[in-house]
Structure formats: C-alpha cells, structure tokens
C-alpha cells in the first residue's frame, strides 16, 4: 500500500508522524512512503535521509495514498484530500474535534491514537499519550528551570550557602514521574500529590516526597478500582476540602509547581485557585502542563506567560513534547509502527477488524458513521 506522510498544519507542531527508521521498516514490509516536502525538517528529519531508505519526496502525500500517517489529525482543507476508503491513524483529540463527522461523509476511516486500552499489555508499544507525557515531564522542569532566578541544587560557597529548589508535582502519571525524577537529578527538594494513593510508593521510589491526604475506607477502594483503569478516581467532598488544605501550604512554599492533571474527554480540572498563588514567593515558577484543555492553574493562558502581582510567573507552554521534537517524533513514529501491524494480517493482507479489541477501541469513524460514543 501507498503510505503517506504530510506536513503538520497545526501552528506550532514540530514533530512528524514517522521517522527514518519506521519509513525503512514500512518499506521492507512491502509497502511504498510518500513523505511530502519538509514535513520532517522541523524535527531534524531532512528529506534526504528518507530518500536514503527508499521513500519518495512529494508535494503532495495525499494523492494516491490508502493510509495517512499524522501527529495531528486533518483539519478544515485537508480532510477534503482523503480519499474515500483512506485510513488515518493521527492523535484526533475526540472528544473535542468538532470535524469528526467530515471523515465520516468522506467514508474515511479514523483511528484516534489516544484512546488506546492503556490496560492492555499488548498495546504498551503503542501508547502515544505515554511516550509523549514522559519527554513532556522530563522538559516541563527545564523549561521551569529555565525561568527560575535561583538554582535547583544546594550549592556550598565561599559566598554563602545556597538552598535547594522546593518542587511541587501535581499529578502523578507518566510526565509527572519523570519531571519528579528529572528535579531530583537536578538537586531539588521535591514534593508530589496525586489522587491515586498507590502513586506513594512510585514517588518515594523516586525521591519525592508525598503530600498525603488522609483517606475512609471507602475512599480508598474506589481510589484502587479507579486505579486499575489507569486514571484518577471521583474524590468526596471532604478529601477535596482535605487535599485543598494540604496543596495550599505546600504550593504556597514551592519556588516551583509543575501540573501535570489531565481527564479524557474532559477540561483539565482546576488543581490551583488565584487565592494559593497569591501567596507565593515572588520569584516563583508555576508550569501548567494542561493548559491546552483549560488549564490546573487558575490564570495560566495558552501560549504565555504570565507574572502576576506578586511577582510569580506561570507558563502557559503547549505542545510541551514538540520542543523536543526529535526524540518525541521518533517515539511517536514507533508507537504508530507498532499500531500499523495490527491493520496487516499475514493472509488477507490490509484488514480493519473491529472485533480487534486495540482497532475497537481507536476507531471513531468508518464505513461513513461516527463511532464514537460521546457524552
């Protein structure tokens, strides 16, 4: 089959949908790669080095092809240049792509990369949202680091001492171990919270401290049986009340707070209040990693930063694993390999199984219906 790779049309997207290497693997599986003009230059991927394992530069990846490969789905014009009966496998967000009937009228279908059973094991190679989290925890502390007017570690001077940097995580998944462990490796003091309780071992494991908030019994069993889905549970009112107490005295103390809390299909839910960052030291750093679905921080803005009265800056920085964009493509292109052999069978060759449980699950438009159950 004729695989495409187009160029990102979203503003600011750097990365691309394959590298290299997976455009070698797809090659030597038969099929032929059409890359469009550049679509790999932001992330250091010249034209050239795909020609050098036999794929084709083209201006237009579209025309002639059976299956797109995308970062970010089709928008607007480009869905116009699918062909009917093409597959697309991209990140769709959607639960909030107001387009997914536009692929559906074009008898596209639609794999959205990010609804993938994170349970399952066979799928972990393929965990877009997890190879993607862990570069973005990993950036998001220096590009804090980068804001911050003091230093992470404690440094013994002629001069005097200088005292760590205090670090508060807030939400305990995949990016926020990684920016634990990356502020730790920095020399920070760092301190986590999240609404999972078996999240403690993982942060202690790492060296963080955990902000532990007291929990019923009750509590605590549904906090496991939310756990097994891999996300957050539905807290009372009193352990919100509880856990609003505790995150207030240790945000108040941080000199920097990175957010990390996403919901699916969901706004991000609001984990700092203006009141708690009104009480900062000047000089602080607050990085919202959720700021493209409405935010952890009450006041951060997409693509900004702002300093607020008492001098404490908050990051509003999107696509946090675009600017490492070499790395987050070359994971990103893998995961989406590894998807892609699960559309090929060894005998009927190209086939979209919906008994599949892993092609189930990511398919949200196809044979000219929406799938997807929203709301």
């Given at each position: 089959?004729?695989?495409g ?15 290299p ?7 030597n ?5 059409v ?36 970062v ?24 909030r ?16 990369l ?39 570690p404690m440094?013994?001077t ?14 305990v ?7 634990i462990?990356?502020?730790k ?48 549970w ?58 493209e ?34 790395e ?39 044979g000219g ?7």
């Amino acid at each position: 089959m004729q695989i495409g790779i187009p160029t990102e049309t979203v503003a600011g997207e750097s990365r691309v949908a394959a590298t290299p290497e997976t455009v070698k693997k797809l090659i030597n599986a038969g099929h032929s790669v059409v890359i469009e003009r550049g679509a790999g230059v932001k992330a250091a991927y010249i034209d050239s080095a795909y020609e050098q394992v036999g794929a084709t530069i083209t201006d237009d990846a579209y025309t002639g092809s059976q299956i797109i490969l995308k970062v970010r789905a089709p928008k607007g014009d480009e869905i116009q240049k699918l062909a009917a009966n093409t597959t697309v496998v991209a990140m769709f967000d959607p639960y909030r792509n107001p387009e997914l009937d536009q692929f559906a009228t074009q008898q596209v279908s639609a794999f959205a990369l990010e609804l993938l059973p994170r349970t399952l094991s066979r799928a972990q190679n393929m965990d877009v949202l997890s190879s993607q989290a862990n570069l973005a925890g990993y950036k998001s502390v220096l590009l804090a680091a980068a804001e911050y007017q003091r230093m992470f570690p404690m440094l013994m001077t002629a001069a005097g001492t200088v005292k760590p940097a205090r670090v508060v995580i807030m939400g305990v998944g995949v990016a926020g171990l990684q920016a634990i462990a990356t502020a730790k490796r920095l020399g920070a003091v760092v301190e986590a919270t999240d609404l999972r309780p078996t999240a403690k071992e993982q942060v202690e494991s790492l060296g963080g401290k955990w902000l532990d908030v007291p929990m019923s019994d009750e509590e605590k069993q549904r906090a496991a049986e939310a756990a097994k889905s891999g996300y957050g549970w539905q807290p009372g009112e009193q352990y919100i009340k509880d856990q609003a107490a505790i995150v207030d005295k240790a945000v108040s103390n941080a000199d920097i707070v990175i957010t990390t809390a996403l919901i699916p299909g969901r706004n991000a839910p609001r984990l700092i209040k203006a009141e708690t960052v009104a009480k900062m030291k000047p000089g602080s750093v607050i990085l919202d990693m959720a700021v493209e679905t409405g935010g952890n921080v009450e006041g951060s803005k997409e693509g900004e930063t702002v300093t607020t009265e008492n001098g404490v800056k908050i990051l509003g920085i999107p696509n946090i694993p675009g600017t490492v964009a070499t790395e987050a493509s070359a994971l990103y292109a893998r995961n989406v390999f590894n998807f892609l052999e699960t559309l090929f069978d060894k005998e009927k060759g190209f086939a979209i199984n919906q008994e599949d449980e892993i092609q189930k699950a990511l398919l949200v438009a196809h044979g000219g219906q929406v799938l997807l159950k929203r709301g």
